[in-house]
């Protein structure tokens, strides 16, 4: 599966980078045997971090979630 993982107005550095590569790997294989491709952009609200995933898991499908939290 090929990830991109952003930042808008948040430096991404290496260990959330792979972070979230690894845990979304993960969960992505629970529910799809072979995922396409996923975006994730990660961005700062006031004092919390929002997360937004975009998952490709096959043809004609597109998961989206989000979420947010004090940590990144």
């Known amino acids: 599966m090929d990830v ?3 930042g808008k107005h948040v430096d991404v ?3 959330l980078r792979v972070h979230v590569t690894e845990s979304l790997d993960s969960t992505v ?3 799809f045997d072979r995922a396409l491709d996923a ?5 700062r609200e006031a004092h919390m971090f929002r997360a937004d ?4 898991p ?10 947010s939290g004090a940590d990144a």
Request: aromatic residues 4%; hydrophobic residues 35%.
């Open 4 to 6: 991109s993982v952003k």
């Open 13 to 15: 550095g290496e260990a």
């Open 29 to 31: 294989k629970k529910y």
């Open 39 to 43: 975006s994730i952009t990660v961005s």
């Open 53 to 56: 995933i975009s998952v490709h």
């Open 58 to 67: 096959g043809r004609g499908m597109l998961v989206q979630g989000r979420a």
